[in-house]
């Protein structure tokens, strides 16, 4: 029982960054109906941002979090503003190869500029923990999923309270009578990918404290993310945390009780049985 609950608490604590990492992809799914394959490249460039923040600027990681987010957001505006909004609202097949394309030239510029090492970012109290109950629980895993609900907290309350949120749910719910009541859906295009980008970049960043960091970590991290916007739904930010809660458990127990090297078949498993019974959360019917 002991064991089971250590390997409980890792699976929620994991589940709780990916839920993060889900929250990108739901968002910019949601409003500009593009899947994007270079999400998780935005992961990574998120975490080599985080990693390089630390290690060249001594800035601690959790520090260096918000500068990440305001890195990736800028970068995300100008790449929606100049780039994915020539294909915005197109035949879904043009979505998929363009992201796809990024996703390549973001790995290929990273693998030279960063080099394909394994790279950890390892603060003091990187090993630091507390013990409750027989069971363990460090500090900077505890500290990533606190920020993780508390970023999905901040997206709920900007979409749900904020006039800028309200005009990017006018967008993704009638393009029409958004533009008659006077909202720029460039701009909101722009900045729903921006804001995306940010929440990609931080979920990096914590990855970059709980895991490693490698050029090509973007692929499966796209995967889950695709999974998790799901399971969780397009729209709600929080139901996306618990549907990476969901996976970040079943990987868990899958390592308990089958074999660690399973642990990615659930997340491709569960992504054939959401197709499969779930087709109509992808055309964003009812």
Known sequence: MQ??????????????????????????????KIVNLAHGALIMLGGYAVYY????????PFLALPLAMLILFAFGYLLQRYVLNLIVRSALLNTLLITFGLDVVFVYLAQLLFSADFRTINPPYAGNNTEVLGVTIPHAQAAAF??????????????????TGRAIRATAQNLTAARLYGVNPRMSYSLTFGIGAALAGAAGGLYGIVSQITPYMGVTLTAKSFVIAILGGLDKPLGVIVGGLVLGIAEAMTALYLDPTFTDIISFGLLVLILVARPAQLVGRA
């Open 53 to 60: 923040l630390y290690t060249l600027g001594g800035i601690d």
């Open 3 to 32: 064991l089971f609950g250590q390997i409980l608490v890792n699976g929620i604590l994991l589940g709780g960054l990916y839920g993060l990492m889900g929250l990108g992809m739901g968002l910019v799914w949601g409003v500009l």
């Open 146 to 163: 606190l920020v993780a609900l508390f970023l999905a907290g901040a997206l709920f309350f900007v979409l749900d309270k904020t006039r």
